[in-house]
């Protein structure tokens, strides 16, 4: 595995609480990275060589600006491309966000890109102000927007491990929960491949402010407050992951049939598969199904 890219997630806590949320983000949530935190994973990444980006994401991470101006600051004198992934709900006018924006770009901030779809709400367009914003300032911006939640999403073109920018929604997360309601279902057979994520070998990693290092969120290959980055990039074996491995041989439906899961006769996607199965496996793998964050759980 040759990691090229860090994405933080400064935080889970984040100021909505948004139906498709991968990462159950909420203003319920709670624990943000410290300075000493992120100079540690910065140290890591450069004692492991191949990091070349760090992207700072959430949650919400412009909900502490201090602390996202430091990570913005000290990764760009480091040497690391930054950009930063966010909802844009500071930018009240273009002239606010672009005085949030600035310090972030003098920092050395290369690009941010900013949710602006109905899942987050058009209404007021603060998302607009922020793209706004940062094409007033020369600052590379691009707009997320996610579809509306019709059903199965078709990975076809989609190059597994790229940064999501926009498309469907995948049904994981919160969305499991409370979007598939009334979709249509494909048999649950025939989600036999990961189609989205790289688990081989990922070019970029999540790193949670409890340490958790994950391939997919929820999907953990280790904890960087317990073992050194270079460590856990250097023993990483995907077919021996009691997750990974099987996601390989046979994507979810082989997760649910070596495990032995009950399962419904069909889902919206083969990330609603996965994350029930996931549910359904976390007792018997704590350590590498976690934290409790992303699987609903508000108190970690």
């Known amino acids: 595995m040759e990691l090229s890219g860090l994405h933080f997630l400064l935080t889970y806590k984040c100021t909505y609480e948004c139906d498709h949320c991968f990462v159950w983000g909420s203003p319920d949530q709670s624990g943000v990275f410290t300075l000493a935190q992120l100079e540690d994973v910065f140290q890591q990444a450069l004692d492991l060589g191949t990091v070349r980006e760090m992207y700072f994401e959430g949650g919400e991470p412009f909900l502490y600006h201090p602390i996202l101006l430091h990570a913005v600051a000290r990764a760009h004198a480091l040497g690391f491309w930054t950009g930063i992934v966010s909802n844009g709900y500071w930018a009240t006018t273009v002239d606010d966000a672009a005085a949030w924006l600035r310090p972030l770009m003098e920092a050395g901030l290369d690009s941010i890109d900013v949710s602006r779809d109905e899942l987050h709400g058009l209404e007021p367009d603060t998302a607009g102000n922020a793209v706004a914003a940062a094409e007033r300032l020369s600052l590379e911006v691009s707009p997320i927007a996610i579809e509306a939640p019709t059903g199965y999403c078709d990975p076809a073109g989609f190059e597994p491990g790229a940064p999501i920018t926009g ?83 046979g994507g979810p ?48």
């Open 167 to 249: 498309g469907g929604v995948r049904y994981r997360g919160r969305a499991a929960e409370n979007l598939v309601e009334g979709l249509p279902r494909l048999a649950w057979e025939s989600f036999d491949t990961c189609p989205w994520e790289n688990l081989t070998d990922p070019g970029r990693v999540h790193v949670d402010p409890l340490g958790y290092l994950h391939l997919c969120q929820g999907v953990v290959i280790g904890n960087l407050f317990e073992n050194p980055l270079k460590e856990i990039v250097a023993a990483y074996d995907p077919a021996a992951h009691p997750v990974v491995g099987p996601l390989l041989e």
């Open 253 to 300: 439906v082989e997760l649910v049939r070596r495990y032995g899961l009950a399962h419904e006769e069909g889902y919206v996607d083969a990330c609603h598969l996965c994350y029930r199965a996931r549910v359904a496996l976390r007792e018997r793998f704590p350590e590498v199904l976690a934290p409790g964050n992303v699987y609903g759980e508000m108190s970690e």
